[in-house]
């Protein structure tokens, strides 16, 4: 078998699985969020794609659900990141990350970080 065969698209993957079991992380790890959301009416949007002009960097957003509260019309936005490795500016990202996303959506955002680092 060829090396490129063999490469696992492991972003890819985690993507997926928290797609599939949105409800069951939320339930998990965050149980009085669960509370709250309504997840008959969960879909998720498209990768949205942010430029850092000063630093010339692009970046994608991982996960993005929208939802509503239960007993609420109000629409709010889950936005997941996943992180594999130490970045010191990882908090700032998620900062710019939120503000962006409101600016664009208008509605409640609750950000959530996934943190997948390597065991040592």
Same mark, same amino acid.
């Given at each position: @078998? ?10 890819? #993957?985690?993507? +997926? $699985?928290? !797609? ?12 009085? @969020? ?10 998720? #949007?498209?990768? +949205? $794609?942010? !430029? ?23 629409l709010i936005i889950v936005h997941i990141a996943n992180q594999s490795y130490v970045q010191p500016s990882f908090p ?29």
């Amino acid at each position: @078998m060829s090396k490129a065969y063999m490469t696992v698209d492991h972003d890819r #993957l985690f993507k +997926e $699985l928290i !797609t599939t079991f949105f409800e069951e992380l939320i339930l998990l790890f965050f149980p009085h @969020m669960y509370e709250y959301i309504d997840f008959e009416h969960v879909s998720f #949007l498209s990768e +949205e $794609l942010f !430029t850092d002009v000063t630093a010339g960097k692009k970046y994608h957003v991982d996960i993005l659900a929208e939802t509503k509260r239960k007993g609420e019309d109000r629409l709010i936005i889950v936005h997941i990141a996943n992180q594999s490795y130490v970045q010191p500016s990882f908090p700032e990202r998620m900062f710019i990350y939120f503000s962006r996303l409101f600016e664009k959506h208008r509605k409640p955002i609750v950000p959530i970080a996934l943190l997948r680092l390597p065991s040592s």
